[in-house]
């Protein structure tokens, strides 16, 4: 009896692990595959600024979406430190995903002292433009893209991010005469009553939450290319003859499909300065993802003086006998 009771205690793994084994108690096992991810950064003046070539955006965000757009967990808000490094604009990340199934990938490229704040479950980046909030900060500039990929097997997608935001530059060719003239210009700021943006969905390229920006004086910026004109982008050499004033990033909408936007109008943008009176610039042309410059003589206007000798003397005359 106590031989059979120790026999039967020997098979019953055995019978336990031919019932699992026909496959009729158990669950497949999901096939998963690699997916490859080429990102880069953009490479060229219609979408590189010169203070703001996208070597500065070195950290990486990323959230994997399912067929429903909803966040997988494992994959929502990764960062990737120092992803594009040493002035490269370009890496590569790879995902081991489920074959069969589709998903969505949002990506953000920013610089690691960027102010942006991720809600990752909507697909949203904030702004955070409060009042006050440093001008002239290339930390600012940032890109994205969002890429579709259903696997049937190992998979190799490129994708390139592209900036959500037009770069308003101001320069003038006055700012040495204004210096001589007594006026030394070393902070700016601008304000935007309208026309731009609080919110980027990262899944459709949308800008939303219209918001008026005013942005605190902070230090001129600096660059040894130069400011920014046509000239100085076709020949790509920098055009002394114009000091940068000042250099924001907005976040304005897109209409296409390449993110690249259509033209959009700021009604009205004031610039201010340390030692001058404010100017206001009406109806300026923006553009996502390209660079608007405002350009002119704007701290200094011609005055003239108007120099007579009077051909009369004053009367009476003084008299003095000596």
Not at 33 to 45: I, Y
Not at 71 to 86: I, L, R, S
Not at 171 to 198: F, L, Q, S, W
Not at 227 to 237: G, I, L, R, V, W
């Given at each position: 009896?106590?031989?059979?009771?120790?026999?039967?205690?020997?098979?019953?793994?055995?019978?336990?692990?031919?019932?699992?084994?026909?496959?009729?108690?158990?669950?497949?096992?999901?096939?998963?595959?690699?997916?490859?991810?080429?990102?880069?950064?953009?490479?060229?003046?219609?979408?590189?600024?010169?203070?703001?070539?996208?070597?500065?955006?070195?950290?990486?965000?990323?959230?994997?979406?399912?067929?429903?757009?909803?966040?997988?967990?494992?994959?929502?808000?990764?960062?990737?430190?120092?992803?594009?490094?040493?002035?490269?604009?370009?890496?590569?990340?790879?995902?081991?995903?489920?074959?069969?199934?589709?998903?969505?990938?949002?990506?953000?490229?920013?610089?690691?002292?960027?102010?942006?704040?991720?809600?990752?479950?909507?697909?949203?980046?904030?702004?955070?433009?409060?009042?006050?909030?440093?001008?002239?900060?290339?930390?600012?500039?940032?890109?994205?893209?969002?890429?579709?990929?259903?696997?049937?097997?190992?998979?190799?997608?490129?994708?390139?991010?592209?900036?959500?935001?037009?770069?308003?530059?101001?320069?003038t060719n006055d700012y040495n005469a204004a210096v001589a003239a007594g006026t030394t210009v070393t902070k700016t700021a601008i304000e935007i009553t309208a026309d731009t943006y609080a919110t980027l969905n990262l899944l459709t390229g949308a800008a939303s939450d219209p918001v008026a920006v005013k942005f605190g004086q902070t230090a001129m910026p600096t660059d040894d290319k130069g400011f920014p004109t046509q000239e100085?982008?076709?020949?790509?050499?920098?055009?002394?003859?114009?000091?940068?004033?000042?250099?924001?990033?907005?976040?304005?909408?897109?209409?296409?499909?390449?993110?690249?936007?259509?033209?959009?109008?700021?009604?009205?943008?004031?610039?201010?300065?340390?030692?001058?009176?404010?100017?206001?610039?009406?109806?300026?042309?923006?553009?996502?993802?390209?660079?608007?410059?405002?350009?002119?003589?704007?701290?200094?206007?011609?005055?003239?003086?108007?120099?007579?000798?009077?051909?009369?003397?004053?009367?009476?005359?003084?008299?003095?006998?000596?």
């Amino acid at each position: 009896m106590n031989k059979f009771a120790y026999m039967a205690a020997a098979m019953a793994p055995l019978l336990f692990w031919s019932c699992s084994s026909d496959g009729e108690d158990t669950a497949p096992q999901e096939q998963t595959a690699a997916v490859t991810v080429a990102l880069s950064l953009p490479d060229g003046m219609s979408s590189r600024a010169v203070n703001g070539d996208g070597t500065k955006a070195n950290d990486l965000y990323y959230t994997l979406y399912d067929a429903d757009k909803a966040a997988v967990t494992a994959y929502t808000g990764v960062k990737k430190a120092d992803f594009f490094t040493n002035g490269s604009l370009q890496n590569t990340l790879t995902l081991q995903l489920v074959v069969g199934k589709t998903y969505y990938l949002a990506f953000w490229a920013q610089n690691a002292d960027a102010p942006y704040t991720f809600d990752w479950s909507n697909a949203t980046v904030s702004m955070n433009y409060e009042d006050g909030t440093p001008a002239n900060a290339e930390a600012r500039d940032a890109f994205f893209n969002w890429a579709t990929v259903t696997m049937t097997g190992p998979e190799t997608i490129s994708v390139e991010l592209y900036r959500p935001f037009a770069q308003v530059n101001i320069g003038t060719n006055d700012y040495n005469a204004a210096v001589a003239a007594g006026t030394t210009v070393t902070k700016t700021a601008i304000e935007i009553t309208a026309d731009t943006y609080a919110t980027l969905n990262l899944l459709t390229g949308a800008a939303s939450d219209p918001v008026a920006v005013k942005f605190g004086q902070t230090a001129m910026p600096t660059d040894d290319k130069g400011f920014p004109t046509q000239e100085d982008a076709n020949a790509k050499a920098p055009d002394t003859g114009w000091t940068w004033l000042s250099m924001n990033y907005l976040l304005m909408n897109a209409v296409d499909a390449t993110n690249s936007g259509g033209n959009e109008v700021i009604g009205k943008i004031t610039l201010s300065t340390d030692q001058t009176e404010d100017k206001e610039y009406a109806n300026i042309p923006v553009k996502r993802n390209y660079r608007t410059n405002i350009m002119g003589t704007l701290l200094t206007a011609t005055a003239e003086f108007i120099v007579e000798i009077k051909p009369d003397f004053d009367s009476p005359d003084f008299d003095e006998i000596q």
